[in-house]
């Protein structure tokens, strides 16, 4: 039931006239010794609630201020004897907690974010990395695998060798070209011989 | 000696070529030693007969600026035409023959090439492959001078091969790597000179 509905309930008072009679002393004599027993108990509880009270604040703060005083001094005193990092190695799995740790972390970002790589690099030593690289090893192994003697070749020297080598191709293709034709005119099915017995001048 | 067949040969095979000295392009390899065609050979033979012409033209400048030296002008006389101061043309054109005849009888049997042939990457060789004499390398070019159209054979001949070519058993052929005797050439590679290394 809401409040919304206690107000709009009417309320009725009927008042009854208490009967009259005459006074009895028996009554007189109850009602005052009940009246002095709910006093006497009144006054115990409240003496009792000061008491409580009273009690309460000053062992909290006599034992608070002792405990101030005295938790440091034995909490050094504990830490002291006790090797808290083997304890902790000896009791925590470290590497769930590392790894739950580096789980939860993009680390490349935050290298990324945080380092200044470029400084780094810079104060890093170079030249002994150089120094451990084995770079005769490691150029002979490009050399190898590269067909250097074929680069020379097809570089040829220079402008002057390219031309001549550009006008004895043309002259080459013409060649054939000439031939072919020839050929076909003339219905030549054989291939022409162009073995020649010489050899290169050496 | 490596022939050029066995060098192509080796070549076709995969098996190591070696090279010394000249640097051909790859591309080019593949026909080293072929008897040259008919456009290598006229353009090589047209820039040799286009020097000899350059040579002749030279001489009879010559001629005329010592004519002056041996005949001056003086004033009074008569002046004398500069045809009577030069060689006849007739004359002119016989020695162009004579130079061009002695220059490439000089040049085949000596190296086996002339500017032309150089220019075009050519060499004339004898039927075993060598270089031809001196007497027939005079005869090849008396022959080459007196009837160029013999040239015109490499045509319609099998071999590439001109009138020349065939009266005389020369060839000529793609040799494009000029070397000096005796140092480097092409070559196929030594399988046990390797292992030696």
């Known amino acids: 039931m809401t409040t919304e509905d206690w107000s709009q309930r009417e309320v009725v008072l009927i008042t009854r006239p208490a009967p009259v009679g005459p006074p009895n002393p028996l009554d007189a004599l109850r009602d005052v010794f009940s009246s002095s027993i709910g006093m006497a108990t009144y006054t115990a509880s409240t003496f009792a609630s000061l008491i409580e009270q009273t009690v309460t604040y000053a062992v909290t703060t006599s034992v608070n201020a002792a405990l101030d005083r005295l938790v440091p001094v034995i909490a050094d005193a504990i830490i002291e004897r006790i090797d808290l990092t083997d304890v902790v190695i000896q009791q925590v799995d470290l590497n769930r907690i590392v790894n739950s740790a580096l789980d939860s972390l993009d680390l490349t970002q935050l290298v990324i974010d945080r380092v200044d790589v470029n400084a780094i690099v810079a104060e890093a030593d170079i030249d002994a990395v150089i120094d451990r690289v084995p770079i005769i090893p490691l150029a002979n192994y490009v050399i190898d695998e590269i067909d250097l003697p074929q680069i020379i070749r097809d570089s040829t020297s220079g402008i ?43 | ?76 006389t008569p002046v ?38 150089l220019v075009m990457g050519l060499r004339v060789i004898n039927y075993k492959g060598g270089r031809v004499r001196w007497v027939g390398a005079a005869v090849r070019a008396a022959f080459c001078t007196t009837f160029p159209i013999g ?31 005796g140092f480097g050439g092409l070559k196929i590679a030594d399988p046990d000179s390797r292992s030696h290394e």
């Open chain 2, 1 to 76: 000696m490596t022939s050029f067949r066995e060098y192509r040969e080796a070549m076709a095979s995969g098996q190591a070529v070696e090279y010394q000295g000249p640097l051909l392009p790859s591309d080019a390899l593949a026909f080293q030693g072929d008897r040259a065609g008919f456009v290598s050979r006229t353009v090589a033979a047209g820039i040799d007969v286009a020097l000899i012409f350059i040579l002749v033209l030279g001489t009879v400048a010559v001629f005329w600026m010592i004519s002056f030296i041996v005949d001056p002008m003086s004033p009074g």
């Open chain 2, 80 to 117: 004398t035409p500069s045809s009577d101061r030069v060689p006849s043309v007739g004359i002119m054109i016989l020695y162009g023959y004579f130079l061009n005849w002695a220059y490439w009888t000089a040049c085949w049997a000596t190296t086996g090439r002339t500017v032309g042939n």
């Open chain 1, 160 to 202: 002057a060798g390219d031309a001549v080598s550009t006008v004895r191709k043309q002259g080459v293709g013409a060649d054939q070209l000439v031939a072919r034709l020839a050929d076909r005119i003339t219905f030549r099915r054989r291939e022409r011989k162009l073995d020649a017995p010489g050899e290169p001048l050496a």
């Open chain 2, 151 to 181: 040239l015109l054979w490499v045509i319609i001949s099998g071999a590439n091969r001109s009138v020349q070519d065939v009266v005389l058993r020369t060839s000529v052929i793609y040799d494009w790597a000029v070397t000096i005797p």
